[in-house]
């Protein structure tokens, strides 16, 4: 049985995921591709970026369960590494959304004293699940807003926007 807070923090997961699928399904090719300004990242990039923090999300879960060290990695130079703006849509929603069930799928799975485990990040010393998870909330909604505003912006008119 999950406490209440962890039930808000899968409930919140879930829609913000959910609202993100389908506000990028629901896009053409052009509009996931075009970067709103030359320093921001496309939608593509942003559909690619989340489904590498749900892959490191899960990763640290595991490793706390397990008792490991928690995996650390810089996320953000990878959209442009890996020129995801270059990668399939279809393939990387897909991708995005399997990650989130198998994330899901464990978190629902686990008991109340897994969820206040804790393990040793390199970075940020000593993170518990709960931890975890309610900052993959809060990264997740930041992008739902980030999705909406590309958007909205997306029916103006473009001037020289890459």
Do not use: N
């Not at 939608?43 to 970026?49: A, D, F, N, Q, S």
């Not at 928690?70 to 990387?92: F, I, V």
């Not at 995005?96 to 069930?101: E, F, T």
């Amino acid at each position: 049985m999950v406490s209440e807070e962890q039930e808000f923090l899968l409930k919140a997961l879930r829609e913000a995921g959910d609202q993100l699928l389908e506000g990028l399904a629901e896009l053409g090719e052009p509009d996931l591709r075009r970067r709103p300004c030359p320093d921001e990242w496309s939608l593509k990039e942003v559909i690619g970026h989340l489904r590498d923090a749900q892959a490191l999300a899960l990763e640290q879960v595991l490793a706390i369960l397990d008792g490991r060290p928690l995996p650390h990695r810089d996320l953000d130079p990878l959209p442009e590494e890996r020129a995801y703006r270059e990668q399939d849509s279809g393939a990387l929603l897909a991708e995005m959304a399997r990650q989130r069930r198998r994330l899901m799928h464990l978190l629902w799975s686990l008991t109340d004293d897994e969820w206040r485990q804790a393990g040793r990040h390199p970075v940020r010393g000593e993170v518990s699940v709960v931890q975890l998870v309610r900052e993959l909330a809060q990264h997740d909604l930041e992008h739902l807003w980030q999705v909406r505003r590309i958007k909205s912006s997306a029916s103006e008119p473009q001037d020289g926007i890459v």
